[in-house]
């Protein structure tokens, strides 16, 4: 009995939003997505290729679909204003604005940079449906995403730090952004 109750706090903390009740409708932008062999990016590299370019944790997440530990990657408490860029190719794929707190132990977006940033397709592993998220430029494996992000999208781009590459913005560039109020927020504090 007891064992069983450890066994669900474990899954509760560690599976977070990856829980295999949150159904997400896959929108692959492409019809045959099956391996990343048969899909065509504007950057193709060889696998050894990748593997000297990378280091061994980011060759692990970007081109074997690995995930990291929660709680160990550079990015999953950062709050400073940036740019996320794919750690394989560089394209930017998210900004600090659409970061958030997602209580996982990896970087949470609700949005991505850009509509095209990304190509999304269904992922059986693990004895569950997820949406695995991929690098639309490189084919590089990034995270999932789920439906329980915050509004307005409700989206969660839960990825992995290893994917990515922080750029900070630099304070000039952040002068002229003058869109109105600053959109983070500092979230957590009482
Ligand atoms: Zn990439």
Redesign the pocket.
């Known amino acids: 009995m007891f064992n069983l109750f450890a066994l669900g706090a474990v899954i509760l903390a560690a599976g977070c939003n990856a829980s295999p009740t949150h159904h997400l409708a896959a929108t692959p932008q492409t019809a045959d997505l099956t391996t990343n062999q048969t899909m065509k990016f504007p950057?193709t590299k060889t696998d050894e290729a990748w593997r000297k370019e990378l280091t061994p944790e980011q060759y692990r997440v970007?081109r074997q679909a690995n995930t990291e530990r929660p709680f160990t990657g550079l990015y999953w408490n950062t709050q400073e204003p940036g740019v996320y860029r794919?750690?394989?190719?560089?394209?930017v794929?998210f900004t600090s604005k659409d970061k958030f707190d997602s209580g996982c132990g990896w970087p949470g977006f609700s949005d991505l940079a850009s509509s095209k940033a990304v190509i999304l397709r269904d992922d059986y592993s693990l004895g569950m449906h997820r949406i695995e998220v991929l690098?639309?430029?490189?084919?590089?494996h990034l995270g999932h995403v789920f439906d329980d992000g915050p509004k307005p999208t409700g989206l969660h781009y839960c990825i992995n730090s290893a994917a990515l590459n922080f750029e900070k913005n630099n304070p000039s560039a952040l002068r002229s952004d003058a869109t109105g109020a600053p959109e983070l927020k500092p979230e957590g504090k009482r």
């Open positions: 950057v970007l794919c750690a394989a190719c560089g394209q794929l690098c639309a430029h490189c084919g590089s």
